[in-house]
């Protein structure tokens, strides 16, 4: 004991701060490297974390849909530039494109995407939307409940493969709170969602300020004012259909309501927005795929309707409601990420044919919809051969020449080459080979990317544009 204090007399103060420091610093990290062991030991012996920990810390929407929430992970991001995508309809100057900059997205209609959307056509009777592109001025909610708006390209396999076409405003608290109509507009049509699963219903109301742009709002909880007791019988379609593991029965008609800027039209929690514009035409790899689904290849950003200090507000505030903000072009997010010729896009399981409905069976290679410089893998429900389910997988892209772990999907073309991944939270490594430029192979295994060559099993499930 002695010897021990005479130690400590024997040192000045800087010095013995410098050694509690650093004895605390120890202790700090064995206590750190003990956890991770213990989490990994979790996943790989109890896959306890079966998604990406993003699903984890995400909220759920009124349906119980999560709604990418994902800060990214821990690990450091690497700068990602993906080769932009081109529209095959010029944009006009004056109006924000649809196609990203960096790397599009988005999906379905106002239903879950295997049940076909009932709204109506664009021969609506009205005027012409002509070289306008500002029909809004009122928020859809009060702005001191909007907590923030996801944007366009959120991901949500098995339902939710393909990017998804609209976007996600988030009510504080989820509370329920008064919607009100953006503009001057005419409703065109009214369905409601019955799930049959979960015992709830809600409303999916289209609506037009002029013939060429179609709005819409999906999972309104009651619907008010004008609009107060639709639809009613005899509805003009009513089918039932299954998709990301609920029953649904869908039933509606079309209608002709004119409502003014301002009039409260229903109640919501959190809801969706979105907006297709047939002035506007998305370029996918394979624009045959999409003939049951006509309007996801005419899907804007919404909020590019609105106008002045108000379009500037709601422009601020695409991110997630954990604070992360959208800070790469083009802040709404978009939907088409397809570039031919490489892996990057959506793809659909072979053998499906151009009229396909659900997006569960299918794949989709994109970027992340909250921070594109990460890129995903959406994997649907047709990769079970090899112990990979649905889910959203994140990962942080390499550019690094001649790699080929980690590599950035606009970077993978049908060379020869096996790719390997290791995304986060995911127990295993996933490769992929594209033979030819419109077919992809991937597989799940166990093991890591350390022992190049990696060579496909029997259990790989094929994909085609």
Known sequence: MKKIMDFFKGINHKKLIIVLVSFAMVLVSLVAVKTINQIRKNVLSKNIIKTPLAQYLSTKDSTGEFVALQPSPSESSVLVTPSPTTSSTPTPSSFPSSSPSLSPSSTPSSTPSSYPSPS????????????NYSFFNTSPVELSVLA?????GNYNP??????TDHIYPKINNNSEVALYSPGDIVFTSISASQNITQGTTDYSIYFQPCDELKV???HVISLTGKLANQPEAPYQW????STGGNTYRNYGKNVNISVSAGEQIGTVRSFDMGAYDTR???NFANSSRWQNRSDYTHTVCPINYYSGSLKDTLMAKFGNALGTLRTIEPICGAIEQDIVGTAQGNWFLEGT???WSGEDPHLALIHDNIDPTKGVFSIGTSMSANGQGAGGWIFSPSHTLPDYINKDFNEVSANGHVYCYTPYYLS????LEMPNATTLKIERQDGNCDSPPWVFSGNATTFER
Do not use: K, Q, W
Request: hydrophobic share 35%; with cysteine.
């Open 120 to 131: 109506p056509t664009s021969s609506s009777g009205l005027a012409s939307c002509g070289s």
């Open 148 to 152: 923030g708006l996801v944007p366009l």
């Open 158 to 163: 098995s339902g939710h493969v393909f990017p």
């Open 216 to 218: 819409y709002f999906l």
């Open 238 to 241: 009513e089918g039932t259909y």
């Open 280 to 282: 506007m035409t998305l």
């Open 353 to 355: 044919d151009n009229a």
């Open 428 to 431: 295993g490594r996933l490769i």
